[in-house]
């Protein structure tokens, strides 16, 4: 399975759903959608219409990490951060780290894989993802 939105009913909450709880709490947003990112070299081929810079807005990469104590992690990061694992579990306390499987990103986080996002954590905060 993708990210796309031909899966939207298997996913713990929807976007319609999490836009309307956005709009809900009071929270200004707006939608684009896209294809499946799977890289950063993905994202920067779908960049017309997002905010740049300068209007406010901001290039990112989510990395799902999981150490060897079964603790869970989502990463945000600038888009081109090389980021050495080894280092950043020294910094966090953290036993050796690696990228979580796609079916404990969907477990954990309720997305696929290309659709890793910052706001997935409505789903993570509730399955101990840090």
């Known amino acids: ?10 996913l713990p909450i929807t976007s319609d759903q999490l836009l309307a709880l956005l ?7 707006q939608r684009f959608d896209h294809i499946p990112l799977y890289t950063v070299a993905d994202s920067k081929q ?8 300068q209007e406010g807005g901001g290039h990112i990469k989510n990395l799902y ?7 869970n992690f989502l990463l945000v990061l600038p888009e081109d951060t090389e980021i050495d694992l080894r280092a950043f579990s020294v910094l966090i306390g953290s036993s050796r780290l690696s990228f979580g499987s796609e079916n404990r990103l ?3 986080l309720g997305v696929r894989p290309g659709a890793v996002t910052p706001l997935a954590m409505v789903t993570g905060v509730h399955h101990a993802v840090t």
């Open 106 to 108: 969907f477990d954990n």
């Open 65 to 71: 990490l999981r150490d060897k104590k079964k603790n």
């Open 23 to 29: 709009t809900e709490r009071g929270f200004a947003h």
């Open 46 to 53: 779908v960049r017309d219409g997002f905010l740049t810079t």
């Open 1 to 10: 399975m993708d990210a796309s939105s031909t899966f939207q009913n298997s």
